[in-house]
């Protein structure tokens, strides 16, 4: 015991703390793994704050990977993992790097890559872990101490730190910068090849960014005059500009998207590009083109380092296999881009409409008032910069970004106005979580 025999008025008696283990017992509820809660648990000791310990474990639980409501109009955001996706698969070998013809050892990459040759009009491809990988595999396997020529209205930074002169700097290449910011012409290209012992010549797409004014870039037909093998990181994975896996024609907010099979019958060598952009699959990157370079690349020690895994190649097959049947309503990214404005209309009015039959809006206190807006969705992910394309919101008046995005099922929006009025898209919700969607606003007080 702690406490002295005689009273003191300084201190007063102190309760005795619980120990690590029971305290970690009694937030089980929050479904945490024991061994996480002992963690929670032994810092909430520690700082004295063992009423906050419920508190904790539920801001620990939220840190954890989750699903999540897009309700921001971006529907590749970066934030919440770029392409939804679905993948089914279950506790099974499969033949990864067995060819089934001959039973001998067959190569990963055989699979998907060939689907990927036909879906994108290309002789050969190979998968990596994503582009970035892709343009430093390139780079490695086809100009390592020689020379790549970049036009420096594409020395760009990507995004996450990814730098085109760092990444060259690491691949072993060297950079020939080529023209000015603004233009740059087949004659600098041609004096490059004169001047410098060139590997390639590589077009990299101003995915983020656009250079407007007194401007002047070199297309893909003029590069593939140069003697120089010419490599495209068009970034996005638009397979082919005519959208053949649509119902419709292709959507205008496409107009200015280089697309794999364009590019490569445009002349280029090679392309590369992402897996989770424009292409509504799995992280990954692709290299896609002649299959000369294509099986250079697969050589090069670095591709063993850069290699997909199984789940990733499986969940790449199904997705390609979607484009090969032309069903672009298999690929999330695809049928929530094409939902026409009339539905994603009357889902939002259903949702409004469900909301006011519960007392939803401004005459009854303590509800929010919800109600239809036009919006623009964007693609995001670091493609079409600039490309907006009708939507439809929900403005909910007031601030409630927090009290979504804090739910179990959290759900992200984003914020406009003065005042202010947070707008959920539901082009990016799934029309099965509309209910998830009114059963939320309907928690929502002013
Ligand atoms: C997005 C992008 C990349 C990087 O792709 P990741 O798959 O995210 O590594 C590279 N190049 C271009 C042009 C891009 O748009």
Redesign the pocket.
Known sequence: MTTSPTPSTETPPRERPPSVDSLARSLADSGLPHAVLVEVARAAIADGAIAEAPDAAIARKRRMLTPVINGTGVLLHTNLGRAPLSHEQSATYTNLELSLVDGKRGSRQAAVGELIATAAGAEAAIVVN????A?LLVLAALATGRGVAVSRGELVE??GG?RVPDVMAQSGAQLVEVGTTNRTRLADFRKAEADHDLALAMH??Q??YRIIGFTEAVSIQALASLDTTVVA????GLLDRSCPWLDGPPPRWLDNEPAARQTLQDGADLVLF?G??LLGGP?A?IIAGSADLVAACGRHPLARALRPGGLVLGALQQTVLAYLRRDGDAIPFWRMASQPLEVLRHRAQTIVASCSAAGGDASHPGTVAVEVIDTEAVPGG??LPGVGFPSIGLAIAGNHLDALRLRSRPIVGRLVGEPSATIIDVRTVDPDDDQELLAAIRGLRR
């Open positions: 994503n582009c970035a990988g343009v990507i995004g990814f990299i797409h995915s983020n990181d068009i970034g996005s992402s989770d952009k992280q990157g670091g493609t």
